[in-house]
């Protein structure tokens, strides 16, 4: 279910960090009301229900409060467990009292997701969680490969020696980044490569852009390469648990550049290829990698 919070726009700073997104001013109303529209025509029941529900969520986060169990007591947990009793069904959405009480941990529990309105809890929906098959890949290829949120980044993807001659670079503070867009028939895509002086292809790839044929551009084709490069080494850093080093970034396309790394953007629906340059400026905040353009 789509909760009021997201429905009408309202902040969880909570859940996210306020200095970790873009800044971008509150939408006008008629802004609200096409969006109520599309999100109701394509994804919506009655009632603000889904009319596909989500699945099983991926993996256990330990940082997740919200859980039900079998007894149907929400529980929260902060290194302790503890239930929050049911109370009548608040339109047609599993409602608790704030109050809780410690107990003893639940045998099984479902991952669930709620918002607070006045003294109660509301639950908007709860699912179990996949077992832990600890798979990880054994391979930084098969590791990028298996991520589908960015496939689109990793066509011809070549990796050498398993990414151990890129994390040496990235340790002496030798490592750059390369891309080059290209636009043709309304159809755009990019090369990128990431390396050192010596070796400048460590790892590379090329680069379907995203969107219809409207969407394509230059521009998008150099935000398209940027954002393959920011991606694919968080994706690194997450494989070798780096915390920290530098990607000396560069490009011809100057202006999108400028859009990713120059302070004070403010994000109106004016500026070009806003998804894409949104996509790339959270990326920038969410890497442990320092980055010079």
């Not at 009632?47 to 079998?70: C, H, I, N, Q, T």
């Not at 009292?97 to 045998?107: F, G, I, L, R």
Request: charged content about 20%.
């Amino acid at each position: 279910m789509v909760s009021d919070e997201t429905w009408n726009g309202i902040p969880v700073l909570s859940a996210h960090k306020q200095q970790s997104w873009p800044i971008f001013g509150k939408p006008p109303g008629a802004y609200w009301d096409t969006w109520h529209k599309w999100v109701k025509n394509t994804f919506l029941f009655r009632r603000r229900r889904l009319r596909k529900p989500l699945g099983r969520w991926l993996r256990m986060d330990e940082s997740w409060p919200w859980y039900v169990s079998a007894d149907s007591f929400l529980h929260y947990n902060m290194g302790k467990w503890f239930r929050h009793p049911p109370v009548i069904r608040h339109n047609h959405l599993t409602a608790f009292e704030a109050t809780s009480k410690e107990c003893d941990p639940p045998v099984s529990t479902r991952r669930a997701t709620v918002y607070l309105k006045g003294d109660r809890i509301l639950c908007t929906g709860a699912a179990p969680i996949l077992p832990n098959r600890n798979s990880k890949p054994n391979s930084l290829k098969a590791y990028l490969e298996q991520d589908k949120d960015i496939q689109w980044c990793l066509h011809h993807l070549q990796v050498q020696q398993g990414g151990l001659p890129l994390i040496m670079a990235l340790s002496e503070g030798h490592l750059m980044a390369i891309s080059d867009g290209s636009y043709k028939d309304s159809f755009g895509t990019t090369a990128w490569t990431i390396g050192d002086s010596e070796h400048p292809s460590l790892i590379s790839g090329r680069v379907i852009c995203p969107g219809e044929a409207e969407d394509h551009d230059s521009y998008c084709s150099e935000l398209s390469g940027i954002y393959a490069i920011m991606a694919v080494m968080d994706k690194v850093a997450d494989y070798f648990h780096l915390q920290e080093g530098t990607v000396e970034i560069r490009r011809d396309g100057q202006s999108a550049l400028e859009s990713v790394f120059s302070r004070g953007l403010a994000l109106t629906k004016d500026v070009a290829s806003l998804n894409l340059v949104t996509a790339n400026l959270y990326m920038r905040r969410k890497s442990p990698l320092k980055w010079i353009p």
